[in-house]
């Protein structure tokens, strides 16, 4: 989004100084201070500067016309500052939320009372703000699923992309290790290792494949009991399976991984967007995931498959269709699927919806 829209907007971006479940900082930034990250400005707090008055001090002692709130349900960056802006008047001005997905049925399905407590407790909050929708069907969601919630204060405006970068070169794709021979193909997950993801759903696809597969997973393990239910399938997997965990990816790192693949599979419970799936494409890598997902029709795209969870012998068989191309066949198909990336993710009036998701809030403000 700072990049597609610096040109008029300006962003002051408040973050972790860490990845999730990491003990230290990141390396070579300044912590609880403002520094140029690219097209915004950023600032990395640390675990003990996240309080609701540290969080508040930052809010009022930054000049700003606006408030984005990315999340929902985000105990740290959503809740507090929205308490700090009721308790502490930390901020004036209108705020924006958007709940990326958190509204889908299969993401209010996990923790599903915690997630009811919290809406009845802390719903005044909310009341008054705009939201962002990346989608017809999750405005619906968010009308259907909170009650005070009027239409008029849904905006629909799609998740931005990252810029999409060059198209990998052959030969930087074989010395990845992605040029993989007919009947084997190197697969990978990179996402992070939670309930709503579905590694299990892939692991249990991955047992009915007959092709031989490098199957490669990336991400945090948030959920210790989660990851423990996966490690269970991993041990049944059969020997054409071939599994790794490879641990976290820095997001600069994140194309290039891709880049090194045949596939990427995300059987997610649902998704307001992926940007991942996104990042994986833009590369030529193409995409299997389920249905519960803006991207939808990817076959005809030439991009991949979105199949129905219900089908778990469908995400086998599609992955051994592809393991059977030849390493020409696959080729094409990867340069059919940068093709569409292309078109698709510099699309201008996602863009524009976005730019005036910000400037409508204001202008209605002035009125």
Excluded at 12 to 36: F, G, H, K, M
Excluded at 209 to 230: L, M, N, S, T
Excluded at 346 to 365: G, H, M, W, Y
Aim: charged share 25%.
């Amino acid at each position: 989004m700072a990049d597609s829209l610096h040109e008029s907007v300006e962003f002051w971006i408040v973050t972790r100084d860490r990845d999730q479940d990491e003990p230290e900082s990141y390396p070579s930034i300044l912590a609880n201070a403002w520094q140029r990250v690219g097209n915004a400005q950023v600032y990395y707090t640390t675990p003990e500067k996240c309080t609701i008055k540290d969080m508040a001090k930052v809010v009022s002692s930054t000049p700003h016309d606006l408030v984005y709130l990315n999340s929902f349900f985000d105990p740290i960056f959503t809740l507090k500052p929205l308490l700090g802006r009721l308790l502490l008047r930390s901020t004036d001005k209108p705020v924006v939320l958007a709940p990326r997905g958190e509204f889908s049925k299969g993401a209010l399905d996990i923790k599903k009372l915690k997630k009811k407590v919290y809406k009845f407790i802390f719903s005044r909050l909310y009341r008054g703000l705009k939201f962002q929708a990346s989608s017809e069907y999750e405005r619906e969601d968010f009308l259907n699923k909170l009650s005070w919630l009027k239409r008029g204060d849904v905006s629909i405006a799609i998740d931005l992309p990252s810029p999409i970068g060059g198209k990998p070169t052959r030969a930087s794709v074989v010395a990845d290790g992605r040029e993989s021979e007919a009947g084997s193909l190197r697969v990978v997950f990179l996402s992070r290792i939670a309930r709503i993801k579905n590694l299990s759903y892939a692991l249990t696809a991955l047992m009915n494949v007959k092709a031989d597969i490098v199957f490669d997973v990336y991400g945090p393990r948030e959920d210790p009991e989660y990851w423990a239910e996966c490690e269970a399938i991993i041990a049944r997997l059969p020997s054409n399976i071939k599994f790794s965990y490879c641990g976290n990816v820095l997001p600069g790192d994140v194309k290039s991984t891709f880049a090194a693949y045949d596939l990427f599979i995300l059987p997610t419970q649902g998704e307001n967007y992926g940007h991942v799936i996104a990042e994986s494409i833009s590369v030529g890598t193409p995409v299997l995931i389920s249905d519960q997902t803006p991207w939808r029709n990817l076959e005809e795209e030439s991009l991949g498959w979105d199949l129905p969870l219900e089908k778990p012998q469908a995400f086998s068989d599609k992955i051994d269709q592809l393991a059977l191309m030849g390493s020409d066949e696959r080729n094409h198909f990867c340069g059919l699927v940068y093709e569409k990336a292309v078109e698709k993710l510099t699309d201008q009036v996602a863009i524009d919806a976005n730019k005036e998701l910000f400037f409508s809030v204001l202008k209605s403000k002035e009125l």
